[in-house]
């Protein structure tokens, strides 16, 4: 098997048996959701690192379908919960369900998607039953309490630089650590090695939070795929926002403080003054030494990692190399 083909040859593997499952039958409108947003073609990105991280160590990747599918079914009942707390309409480009059904569907979908997740970690060697069981619950909590302080932030006129990363490490980074960190453990990778994937995975997964603010400001239209500033707009607190109040003196503080407070606006305009002031105070360039600071500490933890099959390795480097370099 190739390089090229070994994850492409595991995602069609992951991606069969996802889409072959069952999660119940009746009451119709609380099992039709799960199907449906698990059918939204996502990148299946957290179960992939899964096999690859088990692959490192193991060649039978495939024997932990189960457990990787484990981590999907938990990442996607984050989302349909997110969902209906950001009052989103489209999740990958069709509806939400709580917009294809209602709130309470979604609510009790989500519900069921959580419960079953554990499900699939079952087939676990008993031995590392608890082990796995255990973090998977460190890291459930984490992801909430992550969501939580997104939502405090929205009502807090003062983020820290600190705080922010924090936020963004539990609510999107710790699930990444988890599942790169859950392929390790099934396949008896030795406990060191375990935490240095997992801190890895934390890492880059910071990074990635970090790009995806910065492609939400700077990303080339044609390629993003959604309205580039929407977070300018809606005056989200991200890395850039946080930093530019931070350093932000004088006219230049005075005009974001305009910009924030207007409720009426044009779009373009806010979008195009907002960002010359972070054009001004060199906020692109402090957030992009940030990401890269993250990801150059993930990449050291990966490369100290004592791994039996190097393809598997390589695979995870290159995917991760790819995400780092994404456009949209």
């Given at each position: 098997?190739?390089?090229?083909?070994l994850?492409?040859?595991?995602?069609d593997?992951?991606?069969?048996?996802?889409?072959?499952?069952?999660?119940?039958?009746?009451?119709?409108?609380?099992?039709?959701?799960?199907s449906?947003?698990?059918?939204?073609?996502?990148?299946?990105?957290?179960?992939?690192?899964?096999l690859?991280?088990?692959?490192?160590?193991?060649?039978d990747?495939?024997?932990?379908?189960?457990?990787?599918?484990?981590?999907?079914?938990?990442?996607?009942?984050?989302?349909?919960?997110?969902?209906?707390?950001?009052?989103?309409?489209?999740?990958?480009?069709?509806?939400?369900?709580?917009?294809?059904?209602?709130?309470?569907?979604?609510?009790?979908?989500?519900?069921?998607?959580?419960?079953?997740?554990?499900?699939?970690?079952?087939?676990?060697?008993?031995?590392?039953?608890?082990?796995?069981?255990?973090?998977?619950?460190?890291?459930?909590?984490g992801?909430?309490?992550?969501?939580?302080?997104?939502?405090?932030?929205?009502?807090?006129?003062e983020?820290?630089?600190?705080?922010?990363?924090?936020?963004?490490?539990?609510?999107?980074?710790?699930?990444?650590?988890?599942?790169?960190?859950?392929?390790?453990?099934?396949?008896?990778?030795?406990?060191?090695?375990?935490?240095?994937?997992?801190?890895?995975?934390?890492?880059?997964?910071?990074?990635?939070?970090?790009?995806?603010?910065?492609?939400?400001?700077?990303?080339?239209?044609?390629?993003?795929?959604?309205?580039v500033?929407g977070?300018?707009?809606?005056?989200?607190?991200?890395?850039?926002?946080?930093?530019?109040?931070?350093?932000?003196?004088?006219?230049?503080?005075?005009?974001?403080?305009?910009?924030i407070?207007?409720?009426?606006?044009?779009?373009?305009?806010?979008?195009?003054?907002?960002?010359?002031?972070?054009?001004?105070?060199?906020?692109?360039?402090?957030?992009?030494?940030?990401?890269?600071?993250?990801?150059?500490?993930?990449?050291?933890?990966?490369?100290?990692?004592?791994?039996?099959?190097?393809?598997?390795?390589?695979?995870?480097?290159?995917?991760?190399?790819?995400?780092?370099?994404?456009?949209?």
């Amino acid at each position: 098997m190739t390089k090229e083909s070994l994850a492409h040859a595991l995602l069609d593997k992951l991606e069969t048996y996802i889409r072959s499952q069952k999660f119940g039958d009746t009451p119709q409108e609380l099992y039709e959701p799960i199907s449906y947003i698990l059918s939204l073609e996502g990148k299946r990105i957290r179960p992939l690192l899964s096999l690859l991280a088990y692959g490192m160590y193991k060649n039978d990747p495939e024997s932990i379908l189960s457990q990787a599918s484990a981590v999907e079914i938990f990442h996607n009942f984050t989302l349909m919960h997110d969902d209906i707390m950001d009052n989103a309409p489209l999740r990958r480009g069709k509806m939400t369900v709580h917009e294809k059904w209602n709130s309470n569907v979604a609510i009790l979908s989500g519900d069921v998607m959580l419960v079953r997740a554990y499900d699939y970690l079952l087939p676990t060697e008993p031995a590392l039953l608890p082990t796995v069981i255990r973090l998977f619950n460190e890291t459930a909590a984490g992801v909430c309490e992550g969501q939580q302080m997104d939502m405090n932030f929205e009502t807090r006129d003062e983020v820290h630089e600190e705080e922010y990363l924090t936020m963004i490490r539990l609510k999107t980074a710790v699930l990444l650590g988890y599942a790169l960190q859950m392929g390790a453990i099934l396949a008896d990778a030795i406990e060191e090695d375990a935490q240095k994937i997992y801190d890895f995975g934390v890492n880059v997964g910071v990074g990635f939070q970090l790009k995806d603010d910065l492609l939400d400001v700077y990303a080339d239209q044609a390629k993003f795929g959604k309205q580039v500033g929407g977070d300018i707009i809606s005056n989200k607190k991200t890395y850039l926002l946080i930093k530019a109040l931070e350093l932000a003196e004088g006219e230049d503080k005075k005009k974001l403080d305009y910009w924030i407070a207007q409720e009426d606006f044009d779009k373009e305009e806010k979008v195009n003054a907002v960002k010359g002031i972070y054009e001004k105070l060199g906020i692109k360039k402090l957030a992009e030494n940030k990401m890269n600071d993250f990801f150059n500490q993930g990449f050291e933890q990966l490369e100290s990692i004592h791994y039996k099959n190097a393809a598997f390795y390589e695979e995870i480097r290159q995917l991760t190399e790819d995400l780092i370099h994404r456009e949209k």
